[in-house]
């Protein structure tokens, strides 16, 4: 929750999970997206709009030259961001800066042919549903081999 150590101060975790990055303008939503990754022992970074993402992912980036476990592996994004930009051009930005990047799509917004198509072009790896009855068991099985 909000009173985390600092990451120096933290036991290692026994099992180390991926880094993932979440991406959502509601921070109930980060802390529940949070909740059920750190079960499978996900390291989280948070972010709340497209610009703190693209650092998120740029310092990952930079940390991972000394630390590859630094490297953010995932990431989960909300397309329903206000700020200077949306979840569109953030996806955008994202795989520009890496490629590989899977980016996992989690949106309240209905899975139109249109959408899907934007997202395919964009290289989104799934479109997940937030409004899922069942959205943690929907995170994790999408989580699983990626």
Known sequence: ????????????EAAQGTRVL???????FRMRIR????????????????????RALAAGQR?????????VALAVLDLNMPGLIDGFQTLGVLKAMDEN???LILTAS?????????LGQLKAKKYLNKSSKDLEELLLR????I
């Open 1 to 12: 929750g909000v009173f985390d150590a600092p990451e120096s101060e933290r036991e290692p």
């Open 22 to 28: 979440v991406i959502d303008d509601q921070p109930f």
């Open 35 to 54: 909740d059920i990754l750190e079960q499978t022992h996900h390291e989280i970074v948070e972010a709340g709009d497209g610009i703190e993402a693209v």
């Open 63 to 71: 940390a991972a030259a000394t630390n590859p476990a630094e490297r």
């Open 101 to 103: 990047l899977p980016v």
């Open 110 to 118: 209905a899975p139109t042919p249109e959408l899907l198509k934007k």
């Open 142 to 145: 999408n989580l699983e081999g």
